[in-house]
């Protein structure tokens, strides 16, 4: 029995293992089913709707293609859609090709589904289809891996988020209370979301700024953040983005650190504030480049601003470099106001400073520029229009700035100290306050700008050296203020102003539109100074710019010799200038002001006095050939050409190259040269004389017209200054043409031996020829007229010719001048001589005619006479010494040979006739013959023939010069000579003594 029951209940036990297997197997299998269904089905809806409402409540709203189970890894949703499905809209929607779903094991134990964090697995972010049809491809995202943490009290907690964009690592993490309000942010409720067209225009943006950023590694970005969805204030963040390098359409950044942090107020006495920190070894753009570059800014929210942030800024830079300028150590910092919606701050302030600046017009050793913005008047009301452009935006503000530089250089131009400021009040732009003190001197200036007129107005004052800037300055205004030279800087005052083109203009013709309004009035003191070699003891003057036309209305220069008052008028629009002068300095100080050829006139001219001038000057700037003037000019003790004059008063006028005197008179002592007018040519190099009258020395006046003149007139002598009537064109050059025409009356006169008394006649000099006319002279007692011409053409001397009678002269005072020693000579001398032709340099060229009268004349002490005068004596007593009461003869001259074949004298006795020939040199070659008796009355004839052979023994053959003549017998031998014969004669006559010795021993007068 106990057998039994063993057996029994062995039985029962292996039928309760047996369906307990069964069971097991059977749960197991059927788990297996379920879970194979749940894989590869996916959760039936009675599990996904309570699942999906878990994750509603918790702020995450799902779609998904389906929700299943994984062996390994729980539930999986897949094809997973963040919120709700886009309706034609082109917001983003987040798409997640898996999303693990973990469960919370404590309700899970109470079989509940409570999500606990869902894991993301390879998400992206997509655009519904937009109606531009635009490729998201530049913002696309994906690689989405983070996991989401659900934790209590509706917070989330968002860990290792990782994703990329346009090959951009982006790494996230956070945590967010009140997160179910967050599926309010898409609908823009409780936020300032931005309408659906606003945030598309964003996007686009942004898509298109990110295809143009181009980076050489890819960056990578991590954000890490903490926040209440409810209040967007609340959050704070941090994001790092860093970069090796990057091509960005605003230039190229190398190893680049941007540090963003939210941050939200940890007590209520706390402003919600973002810090923003850039740092890059280099950024180069197309307007500047930089090294060691370091950017922080805070925006603050002021609860006291509606919708406005404060913002501070710092920049630093080790070495800036622009198209324009270059510096080191730039630092700036701003601290200002600022509205979202508009670009241009609140209010304000700034400050920048810069070390070793440097532009292409010169360097600032320091540089700082302040600014401070201000909110106008709660009354104040805009009136700006489109005439402002760019004004118009700042028209609400009031701005407040300052500038400061130190140790500037430009080239040569050097300054410890520049400091300016200015103000802008619309429409009002101010610059006070401009100073600096450089070159032993110092600058103030001042300006305003009203935009509504464009009106520019300034002021100024200085007494710097503006030498030292003139390497700041243009080509043109170095060469002007070049001219200038002095010991100590001039004293400036002024003030001016001009009109702005139309701000709307962007290419103005400058020249054309501002010079036109350009006005200027100032007024300049300057102590010893010169102007282009012109140097002056003092200047100073008021200056006045208007219409483009310079005033200087009283500008007084003074040198020690006298005082210069100067008014200048200038036209830059036809470039005509016009000087008043008033003077009584020399003017040889202006000659440097003149081109060359002008300068001669001052060459020939020198004052122990300075002339009193009052003069007017015009003519047109870089137009010489314009040039023109006219004055009134009195002087004292000066010389022309070397000659000295006592003083001297004439008009002046000089226009196209042509200087005229007017009513001039010149002075020496008693003696003065005056003339209605005298035309100076300097391009002929002449001056043309009209009604010129002189009482001065012909020596002085000849001097001065110039050294040709004087050696052509040299040999023509005025012991005492004649008067001389002038009109006519005088060279000042040897080269210039003569055609002047003189009338002088004076004496006494010289002109080589000849001496006369008194002298008229007139002076026709025209190019190479000179004609003198109506000759009149006192001639030894006698007279002299006639005329005589020369040539100068000739190279070598000049040709001549000339036709004088003189009538009764006495031959004793013109044989005075002609021949030195003893003179018995008398008588009075006519004739006429014409010379043909001859030359002044060839002594042998002379041609020409003439015929000798003398009366009662007296001529044995002329040797060529007296060599017959004891031989006549020795045949008549008394005939050798005896007066010739007539002598008459014509003569030719041909290659300067003088040559008679009638000169006839007659004595009482005797007719001698000379026929032969003398030279230029005095040498004689001639026949004498003696008639005797000739001209005896009733029987001279008769006695003429009886001693016929007698005459033939008195003709002669006389050789040597006129001074040493010789004398030889034509017909009979010596030793029978007439006169030997008649002395022997005479000694045997009763009553005479004869000679001692032969009557040729006795050598005749010499």
């Not at 886009?86 to 917001?91: A, L, S």
């Not at 503006?466 to 400036?492: C, D, M, T, Y």
């Not at 031996?753 to 003198?772: M, R």
Request: net charge neutral; proline share 5%.
């Amino acid at each position: 029995m106990a057998s039994r029951f063993k057996s029994r209940g062995w039985r029962i036990c292996r039928k309760i293992v047996r369906g307990m297997r069964i069971s097991v197997l059977l749960l197991i299998l059927s788990l297996v089913a379920a879970g194979i269904y749940l894989n590869q089905v996916g959760l039936p809806d009675v599990l996904k709707a309570p699942l999906i409402g878990k994750l509603h409540d918790k702020g995450v709203d799902l779609q998904f293609s389906r929700l299943r189970l994984r062996w390994y890894r729980g539930i999986v949703a897949e094809n997973v859609v963040f919120g709700q499905v886009p309706q034609g809209t082109n917001d983003p929607q987040i798409f997640i090709r898996e999303v693990e779903v973990k469960l919370n094991h404590e309700a899970l134990k109470s079989f509940q589904l409570s999500p606990d964090s869902l894991i993301l697995h390879n998400g992206e972010v997509l655009w519904a289809e937009a109606e531009t049809n635009r490729n998201r491809q530049a913002l696309a995202v994906n690689k989405i891996e983070t996991r989401l943490r659900f934790l209590p009290n509706d917070q989330w907690e968002l860990e290792n988020f990782k994703a990329s964009v346009a090959g951009v690592q982006v790494n996230l993490s956070g945590s967010l209370t009140n997160a179910s309000a967050m599926r309010e942010w898409t609908k823009g409720q409780g936020t300032n979301m931005a309408s659906p067209k606003k945030l598309q225009d964003r996007l686009n943006r942004v898509e298109d700024t990110f295809e143009r950023i181009k980076f050489f590694t890819p960056p990578e970005i991590n954000l890490v953040f903490h926040g209440d969805a409810r209040n967007l204030e609340s959050f704070d963040a941090h994001l790092t983005v860093s970069a090796t390098g990057a091509q960005t359409p605003w230039g190229t950044l190398t190893n680049g650190l941007l540090v963003a942090r939210l941050l939200a107020p940890s007590t209520t006495n706390q402003q919600p504030h973002a810090d923003l920190q850039l740092h890059a070894d280099s950024a180069q753009t197309q307007w500047a480049s930089t090294k060691d570059f370091r950017l922080a800014l805070r925006l603050i929210s002021d609860e006291t601003l509606t919708n406005k942030v404060q913002c501070q800024l710092e920049l630093l830079a080790g070495e800036t470099i622009t198209p324009w300028a270059q510096a080191t150590n730039a630092h700036f910092t701003a601290q200002w106001a600022h509205s979202p919606t508009n670009p241009i701050p609140i209010n304000g302030n700034g400050t920048l400073t810069l070390a070793d600046a440097r532009t292409r017009w010169g360097t600032a050793g320091g540089f700082e520029l302040t600014g401070r913005l201000q909110e106008p008047p709660k009354n104040f009301t805009r009136t700006a229009n489109e005439q402002w452009a760019w004004w118009a935006s700042l028209e609400p503000y009031y701005i407040d700035w300052n500038c400061h530089l130190t140790n500037v250089h430009a080239q040569d131009f050097k300054v410890q100290e520049v400091a300016c400021g200015g103000t802008w009040r619309a429409p009002e732009l101010a610059i006070t306050n401009v100073y600096s003190e450089l070159y032993q001197g110092k600058v103030k200036a001042q300006a305003s700008l009203n935009v509504v007129s464009r009106e520019l107005n300034f002021s100024y004052s200085s007494d710097f050296d503006v030498q030292k800037v003139s390497p700041a300055l243009s080509e043109k205004s170095r060469h002007w203020i070049g001219q200038f030279s002095w010991q100590n800087p001039p004293a400036l005052q002024g003030s001016g102003g001009f009109v702005f083109p139309s701000w709307t203009n962007r290419q103005p013709d400058w020249r054309a539109e501002v010079l036109p309004t350009l006005c200027l009035e100032g007024e300049v003191k300057l102590g010893e100074a010169a102007y282009r070699g012109i140097q002056v003891s003092s200047a100073q003057s008021h200056i006045r710019y208007t219409n483009m036309i310079w005033d200087i209305p009283d500008l007084i220069a003074t040198r020690p010799e006298g005082k210069l008052n100067l008014a200048i008028r200038a036209n830059d629009r036809t470039k005509d200038y016009y000087f008043r002068i008033n003077s009584s300095i020399d003017p040889k100080v202006a000659q440097p002001l003149f081109e060359p050829q002008q300068q001669r006139i001052f060459d020939m001219i020198s004052t122990t006095q300075p002339p009193i001038v009052d003069a007017e000057i015009w003519g047109q700037w870089y137009d010489h050939e314009r040039i023109g003037f006219k004055a009134q000019v009195a002087c004292r003790d000066f010389s022309f050409r070397g000659e000295a004059a006592t003083s001297l008063r004439s008009g002046i006028e000089y226009t196209n190259h042509f200087l005229t005197l007017t009513n001039a008179r010149v002075e020496y002592g008693t003696q003065y040269m005056a003339a209605s007018s005298a035309l100076f040519n300097f391009d002929k190099r002449t001056v043309a004389i009209t009604n010129g009258f002189s009482t001065m020395e012909p020596a002085r006046v000849l001097t001065a017209v110039g050294p040709r003149i004087f050696k052509i007139m040299e040999p023509y002598h005025f012991l005492q200054p004649p008067m001389v009537r002038l009109n006519g064109i005088i060279p000042l050059g040897s080269e210039a043409p003569v055609d002047a025409h003189f009338e002088v009356e004076g004496g006494p006169f010289q002109w080589s031996k000849f001496n006369v008394a008194h002298i008229s006649g007139g002076v026709h000099w025209v190019g190479d020829h000179l004609n003198l006319s109506q000759i009149q002279a006192d001639f030894y007692k006698g007279t002299l007229t006639g005329s005589a011409e020369f040539d100068f053409a000739h190279r070598k001397g000049a040709d001549f010719g000339f036709d004088f009678i003189v009538t009764d002269s006495n031959l004793h005072l013109l044989m005075a001048d002609l021949y030195s020693g003893t003179n018995n000579l008398q008588g009075r001398l006519s004739g006429h001589l014409t010379v043909i032709s001859a030359n002044t340099a060839d002594w042998n060229s002379w041609f020409g005619k003439g015929q000798v009268d003398l009366h009662e004349g007296l001529i044995w002490e002329i040797p060529i006479f007296g060599i017959f005068s004891q031989a006549l004596n020795d045949l008549v007593p008394g005939l050798g010494k005896s007066p010739i009461s007539e002598a008459a003869g014509t003569f030719t001259i041909n290659n300067s040979i003088i040559r008679s074949d009638d000169l006839e004298m007659r004595a009482p006795v005797m007719r001698m006739l000379y026929k032969g020939t003398v030279d230029f040199d005095t040498r004689v070659n001639a026949t004498v013959e003696a008639q005797m008796f000739q001209d005896t009355w009733v029987v001279g004839p008769i006695l003429s023939k009886v001693l016929w052979p007698v005459t033939k023994a008195f003709e002669y053959k006389v050789t040597g010069t006129l001074a040493n003549p010789k004398r030889e017998p034509l017909y009979i031998p010596k030793v029978l000579s007439p006169f030997q014969w008649f002395r022997s004669l005479r000694q045997a006559l009763p009553g005479q003594s004869g000679a001692k010795g032969n009557a040729d021993d006795a050598k005749p007068p010499q």
